[in-house]
């Protein structure tokens, strides 16, 4: 273990003493994957096991403590069984995030329907404005949340325009693109029914839930802010794995306004973006068809 592991792993057990009001010692730390972003551990501890991740502050300024604050927003807007920030922190260029460790089980007979029903009943909760008081991330893009009365407008100005700003800063954005968004914003305003602003995880794909030991889903990872619900809806369709009776019992609980089907794709072309500017011009083809069909 090298000076600044030793460090790092201090901050966490100091963290965890006082969080807990206990003393504890950890015993082991383990590397457990993560993905593009960041590196994940899990902490076996005289008191348990728990979980962090770390990536570089440099790169991903403030990501931990917006993720930290979008826990605590799903907790408060949901009756899901949230895990929240122990504690964030930094050291050196190395920041991090410690949580509790949730250990994966079976779904239990009712999960898809309860996981619907659970969504439905976030999406209820509302506010005055579409956005948020404070910036976030989706993935590993900043997402702009500035609160905004209109969503036709926060979709355009907090969504799309930023994205494709990036896009064209990277060169991934050719004149046919930048002109066919132009002609969606000046459409955008009559494409999605008038909603009011809903609760949304911000980013809804099976990577970001999983089945808690009570056999029911739980969501983190979030990018939250007040919405559109569809979007949400969208996201969970993008890369599929949600079962049917997911949006069953969401009907039931919240029914989507008529042709919600027919707009996914308008909702995906935010996260397609994201993709395009994460990952390179291979999602350049998905947007474009998107494009020629509502611009």
């Known amino acids: ?22 003393s504890l010692s950890i015993n082991s730390v383990g590397v457990i994957g ?26 991903y300024p403030g ?11 799903l907790h408060e807007h949901s009756s899901f ?12 260029d190395t ?8 250990k994966s089980a079976s779904k239990k007979s009712s999960f898809w329907e309860d996981f619907g029903r659970r969504i439905a009943e976030m999406h209820r909760k ?10 976030n991330y989706l993935g590993s893009l900043p997402q702009y949340n500035n609160p905004t009365e209109n969503w036709s407008d926060f979709f355009v100005n907090q969504r799309l325009k930023p994205q494709l700003k990036m896009a064209e800063e990277r060169s991934l954005a050719n004149p046919e693109m930048i002109r066919y968004f132009e002609k969606l914003y000046k459409k955008a305003y009559d494409l999605f029914p008038v909603e009011p602003p809903a609760a949304l995880h911000g980013d809804l794909w099976t990577g970001n ?22 979007m949400d809806i969208a996201m969970s369709k993008l890369f599929g794995g949600f079962d049917k009776r997911f949006y069953e019992a969401y009907n039931e609980e919240y029914p989507m306004e008529k042709g919600w089907e027919n707009r996914l794709p308008l909702a995906n072309i935010y996260p397609l973006m994201a993709h395009v500017n994460i990952f390179g011009g291979s999602y350049t083809s998905q947007v474009m068809g998107i494009l020629r069909k509502y611009a």
């Open 126 to 135: 509302t506010n005055n404005s579409f956005g948020l008081d404070y910036a």
């Open 81 to 92: 069984k949230i895990p929240q920030s122990i504690e964030t922190g930094l050291l050196e």
């Open 63 to 73: 990501m931990f403590e917006a993720e930290a604050k979008g826990l605590k927003f």
């Open 95 to 102: 920041q991090w995030i410690l949580m509790p460790y949730i």
């Open 1 to 22: 273990m090298d000076r600044t592991t030793g460090e790092l792993h201090e901050q966490w057990a100091k963290a965890l003493c006082k969080s807990l009001n206990i």
């Open 34 to 59: 993560g993905g593009s972003i960041n590196d994940a551990h899990r902490i076996q501890t005289s008191h348990g096991t728990f979980f962090a991740k770390t990536n570089e502050h440099e790169a």
């Open 209 to 230: 839930f999983m089945t808690s030991e009570d056999g029911d889903a739980t969501i983190f990872d979030p990018a939250v802010h007040f919405g559109h619900r569809e």
